[in-house]
């Protein structure tokens, strides 16, 4: 399969959450291992695991609630460059031609909360033949100073931004699970779960799966929720764990 793909490794895929700033060394490599062997244009997203949540927790900045300390900004940021970097390198190792991106230096919120990120910079170096990589981070928030910025909201965003043909969500998770933690096969609209994931209002960004979905459902192209074990399946051109797919 060609075309472009935006793939997110979610950052409880790719770190030991439980101990602070320890990637997961094994699922990194493999996870790198399988974006080597794509076929297709990458861009890689991936979440703050042990690194970024570690310090957002510690100075309580959330994607709603900033600070304007510069200290703890900067603690929050470094903590995901040092993680970005390790992302970077083994992707690098694995023959992608992974290049980090910062969304401090690019992105920005209004006072509605509502992200906005120049996105030439990762068009072009696609088109040069590169592999951007964003990661969840700070951004600058009008009245709050700095707040997070996840995963999840840069793939919504950078998505149609590339033309992405494909998306995929690297999670713990096989898919979304209905009740019975069955994988739900295919998700058009929200309705059809509200039931199993509850109801979720649009700030519901960072980690909720009715977040997730509901953005998702946005996109102009299909996305995939599944595990670590189904990514290589994905990027061969499978629809693994749940499709969510609102068009
Ligand atoms: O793990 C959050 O990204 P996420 C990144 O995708 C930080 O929610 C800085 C905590």
């Not at 320890?22 to 996870?31: C, F, K, P, Q």
């Not at 076929?39 to 570690?54: C, K, M, N, P, T």
């Not at 609209?189 to 039931?195: C, G, K, L, P």
């Not at 997730?212 to 189904?230: C, E, N, T, Y």
């Amino acid at each position: 399969m060609t075309g472009t793909v935006v793939v997110k490794l979610g950052g409880s895929v790719i770190t030991d959450k439980s101990e602070s700033e320890t990637v997961d060394r094994d699922a990194l490599d493999a996870a790198a291992a399988a974006l080597g062997e794509a076929d297709a244009d990458l861009v890689v997203v991936h979440g703050g695991g042990s690194f970024g949540h570690h310090y957002a927790d510690e100075h309580g900045v959330t994607t709603e609630r900033g600070t304007r300390d510069a200290a703890d900004a900067l603690a929050i940021h470094d903590a995901m460059t040092r993680l970005s970097r390790e992302v970077v390198d083994a992707l690098q190792s694995a023959g992608v031609p992974a290049l980090p991106v910062r969304p401090l230096s690019a992105g920005s919120r209004n006072a509605d909360g509502d992200l906005s990120l120049p996105t030439d910079q990762i068009r072009r170096l696609l088109g040069e033949g590169f592999a951007p990589v964003l990661h969840g981070d700070v951004v600058a928030h009008e009245g709050e100073g700095v707040t997070v910025v996840s995963g999840d909201e840069l793939v919504v965003e950078v998505a149609p931004a590339v033309d992405a043909d494909r998306v995929g969500l690297c999670s713990t998770v096989p898919g979304v699970l209905d009740g019975e933690d069955a994988v739900i096969d295919r998700i058009g609209s929200i309705d059809e779960v509200a039931d199993v994931l509850g109801d979720s209002d649009a700030t519901d960004v960072s980690g909720g799966m009715a977040g997730k979905v509901r953005s998702l459902l946005a996109l102009d192209a299909p996305a995939q929720i599944f595990g670590p074990d189904a990514l290589a399946g994905f990027l061969a051109g499978e629809a693994p764990g749940t499709t969510v797919d609102g068009r």
